[in-house]
């Protein structure tokens, strides 16, 4: 809505601040790498690659030769609630870094531009492998003999940053508003009306460019969302979830500040 690019989301470029209201709102730093994306001579086909690894798109990470858009900033939105929701954040328990370490989400952190993609694109091309390697692991939603030691499963916050996280996923890489040839992560072969996801693109990484040439027809859905069109139709639709779910989280600190304002009173009297 702003035309700006920011270009480098990340855990170090939010803040969590509170107002003279007390309730807690996140502010978005740090815009050195921003581009304004209404200026024409900007809007370059393929920015360098910006951000840091762990928060980086998959278009990002791969650098294609793909238009930079705001629903790159949106993926790095997602890792960046992964990333959170795992370690711990709020009224979540903290992980430790070793038991960090033993989660497949540190594969977004180590290693190669290249093995990073592939795990991103195995985690997002597929909501099962989503479900069991990201947000299964939430910090709050295991059992309390579980690593993660958080206590009693499905704490609230947990399971709504997980339903969260999940939308967001959905609307990035299998939004049914736009076309199949825009879905999924990996390469996909078009015949006729029909696509075909390429090596069932919903549960492998996707095909590297140099194997493109064994497959003419294949075509890349991150280059068929970077479309102005389809980006618009995308961008609404992530915009009105995460109102939805900023609305109801707004309304659940105001009902807990309440809560606390007459328990004080009761106190009081």
Not at 65 to 92: F, N, P, Q
Not at 189 to 205: T, V
Not at 239 to 247: L, S
Request: hydrophobic share 35%; net charge negative.
């Amino acid at each position: 809505h702003c035309q700006i690019l920011h270009r480098d989301i990340s855990d170090n470029n939010v803040l969590v601040v509170r107002q003279g209201d007390g309730i807690a709102r996140g502010l978005l730093i740090d815009f050195d790498y921003a581009l304004d994306m209404s200026i024409e001579e900007l809007r370059t086909p393929r920015p360098e690659m910006t951000g840091t690894l762990l928060f980086m798109s998959i278009n990002n990470l791969r650098n294609w030769h793909v238009k930079r858009t705001v629903l790159d900033d949106y993926e790095s939105m997602l890792c960046l609630v992964c990333w959170v929701a795992t370690a711990g954040i709020g009224s979540l328990p903290r992980r430790k870094s070793k038991e960090l370490e033993r989660l497949p989400i540190t594969d977004w952190r180590n290693g190669t531009t290249e093995a990073i993609s592939r795990a991103k694109s195995a985690h997002f091309g597929s909501l099962t492998v989503f479900e069991e390697d990201i947000t299964n692991s939430f910090s709050g939603m295991e059992p309390a003999n579980n690593t993660g030691g958080s206590g009693s499963s499905g704490d609230s916050g947990a399971i709504l940053l997980t339903a969260f996280a999940k939308g967001l996923r959905r609307l990035l890489f299998s939004n049914p508003s736009v076309g199949p040839e825009c879905r999924g992560t990996s390469y996909i072969e078009m015949q006729g009306a029909q696509s075909i996801e390429s090596e069932a693109a919903q549960d492998f990484p996707p095909l590297f460019d140099d194997e493109l040439q064994y497959k003419p027809e294949t075509i890349n859905p991150f280059e068929k969302r970077a479309e102005k069109n389809n980006v618009a139709v995308i961008a609404k639709d992530l915009h009105t979830h995460i109102n939805r779910y900023w609305n109801y989280a707004m309304d659940r600190q105001e009902k807990a500040k309440q809560a606390l304002s007459d328990q004080a009173a009761s106190t009081e009297n």
